[in-house]
């Protein structure tokens, strides 16, 4: 059973940073894509960044030049570097990885980000 915990949320002023990070229960060589997707309140979840399998990274136009997702694979851990930060970053930030071929996706319990002005 795969297992995703995020962690690294908080509270933190605009124009400050956070890492985030999630921590997969399994190899993460063996998920074709990994990437992060936050809910803002009372907004549907939407797509923030994603590694695939080959290194290719695409992100939200939100959030580009100011995010970086990158991995550790020995750590099995997936980050997202977030500076900049404004307000409207204040959401639930979530885990997700899939395996296509098995046609399976997985989801980290999230992490709260609030930003204040």
């Known amino acids: 059973q795969v297992q995703l915990v995020e962690s690294g949320g908080g509270l933190v002023q605009a124009g400050g940073s956070l890492r985030l990070s999630c921590v997969a229960s399994?190899?993460?060589?063996?998920?074709?894509?990994m990437g992060w997707y936050r809910q803002p309140p009372g907004k549907q979840r939407e797509l923030v960044a994603r590694?695939?399998?080959?290194?290719?990274?695409d992100y939200a136009d939100s959030v580009k030049g100011r995010f970086t997702i990158f991995r550790d694979i020995a750590k099995n851990t997936v980050y997202l570097q977030m500076n900049s930060l404004i307000p409207e970053d204040t959401a639930v930030y979530y885990c997700?990885?899939?395996?296509?071929?098995?046609?399976?996706?997985?989801w980290g319990q999230g992490t709260q980000v609030s930003v204040s002005s």
């Open positions: 399994e190899t993460i060589l063996s998920f074709n894509n």
């Open positions: 590694v695939k399998g080959d290194g290719s990274r």
């Open positions: 997700n990885a899939n395996r296509r071929f098995l046609n399976s996706d997985y």
